[in-house]
């Protein structure tokens, strides 16, 4: 018996263990990988990500990290740049591949005294008479905790086995990415192209290390090929930026994108879903890792809180208020995001985005705060203000 498992070791799985470790409880976190190990992802971590990651206590100024400054939008033959807002949150973001920081953030957990056992491909939940989860199972092993955290990804193959799948009414993106040689390794922008694609994007973000990480996302109504989407995205580049079959280090490789809380509930007896297996994508950005760690944080402190009570009723209750906290945070936002998704269907309503927006730098950057939450809510300028407030004030589902 252990206070709480943890399913899963990519950010969210590692920040929650990390957090309840730090307040005493005894956490075993279950991967079944071994690391290091590959996630396709952008790389790129925003502001609200940074903050997280400094809450953790990860030092950013070691080495491997890539300092940015702001995001750079490209499309219809214009560019804008919007530099990270000012306010509460650090003002730079960071690149570092995913291969690093799982494996930096799981040490982050086990040396705040969290168990790591690699390798341990959990096999279905353990469930009392009451139907609660109390546990789970890996191959010819039971692992029986005060409550479990299904941090296991976007197929999340516990939540399934409870009976939680995806809603069938939230969009699903697909994305594929390479990492290549380039010139372009050290540009401190994350430069985002809007119209490669309908209803997508592509991305160009430096590591700092001699590559870029490239990739385009999109939405699976598209019906595209991510991969050949690639590929014919990047023929008409400038040579000189070197993203090419040539300077290309890895194979392209592709996931799913879970996106605006596509499994639901986020709470049922015993277990509560973090990060990619509760859909915490942004569906109007693709960012995942910052909504997955704050995601974790707050798990942790509902467990936390819930543990300390002295009876399975008030437990209970307190365990309730997790899936509130979270459209508190995020609901907002991903409804906001989800109208963005559906409307960017429409190709014409794309092009139209894409070529009024660009040409507007002041709307472009409005509308990045919000769809990206990226608002200062207290901030001195009204357009923040008013970013945050139709974040805050919009239904959450």
Known sequence: MTDVIVVGAGPAGSAAACHLARSGLDVLILEKTTFPREKVCGDGLTPRAVHELLALGVDVDDPGWFRTSGLRLAGAGRRVEI??????????????????????????????????????????????????????TTAGREHHARVVVAADGASSRLSVALGLRPLRDRPIGVAARRYYRSTRHDDDLLEVWLDPVPAGYGWIFGMGDGTCNVGVALLRTARADCRRLLGRWLEPMPPGWGLTEENATTPVRGAALPMGFSRQPHYVPGLLLAGDSGGMVNPSSGEGIAYALEAARLAAETIETALKLPTAGQRERAFQRYPAALKTAHGGAFTLGRAFAQAIENPHVMRLATRHGLSRPALARFAIKVLGTLAEPRGRRAPDRLAAALSRFTPAS
């Open 83 to 136: 530099p990270w807002p000012d306010g509460p949150l650090p003002a730079f973001g960071l690149t570092r591949t995913r291969r690093d920081l799982d494996e930096l953030l799981v040490r982050q957990a086990v040396k705040a005294g969290a168990t790591l056992l690699e390798g341990a491909k959990v096999t279905g939940p353990l469930l009392n008479r009451a139907g609660q989860v109390v546990g789970v």
